[in-house]
């Protein structure tokens, strides 16, 4: 399923002058049964640095941008992965926990999380998603639902989501993750 993802990556010479630093399939992927996570670039400050001639992805993955950072990734998620009928809700949590423990996230799944979708989940970061190719179905709470296709845009803002891709082809998703501050937070 997984496409490899070439990174160019630019920066300055000794003399000021701007280069390519980085032209190449990114190495930093993570490849799952059904989907991949390729990490392009990612950085801890703001305003971001970029004196860095180093390779600045995270590897191994982690589920969300470090604090006053940003993630950059190329998703992809395979079709066919629904979850087969009479799975009890506890081995579908337990499945989930370790899921999102292994991507480092603070994300705790809950029975009610993993009985909407097992990918149901929340990110405290404000994400930019472009959808490339394929056709897929965002999941919000109240069972609120939205088809993206191609070409679509979604500014994601710290809420629970998931995923469900839709026919036969695989999805393939550009994402950058700003690390955010929750509004209940930024009000105290």
């Known amino acids: 399923m997984s496409q490899s993802v070439r990174r160019v990556v630019t920066g300055l010479n000794e003399?000021?002058?701007a280069r390519v630093l980085m032209d190449g399939p990114s190495p930093h992927v993570m490849?799952?049964?059904?989907?991949?996570?390729?990490?392009?670039?990612?950085?801890?400050e703001s305003p971001a640095t970029y004196t860095n001639v180093g390779d600045r992805a995270i590897f191994p993955m982690q589920h969300d941008p470090n604090p006053h950072g940003t993630l950059c990734r190329v998703l992809e998620m395979a079709p066919g992965t629904a979850v087969p009928e009479g799975v009890p809700l506890e081995q579908l949590l337990e499945i989930s926990t370790a899921l999102f423990k292994g991507?480092?996230?603070?994300?705790?799944?809950?029975?009610?999380s993993v009985a909407r979708h097992p990918s149901f989940h929340k990110t405290d970061s404000l994400d930019y998603l472009c959808i490339l190719s394929g056709r897929l179905t965002?999941?919000?709470d109240d069972d609120d639902e939205v088809t993206l296709e191609a070409g679509d845009v979604v500014v994601q803002q710290g809420v629970m989501h998931g995923w469900r891709v839709e026919g036969d082809e695989p999805v393939r998703m550009f994402a950058v993750l700003v690390d955010g501050v929750a509004a209940q937070e930024d009000a105290q």
């Open 31 to 44: 490849a799952g049964a059904a989907s991949t996570i390729t990490e392009i670039w990612s950085n801890s």
């Open 103 to 112: 991507m480092q996230s603070d994300f705790e799944p809950t029975l009610e």
């Open 138 to 140: 965002m999941l919000m």
């Open 15 to 17: 003399e000021g002058r």
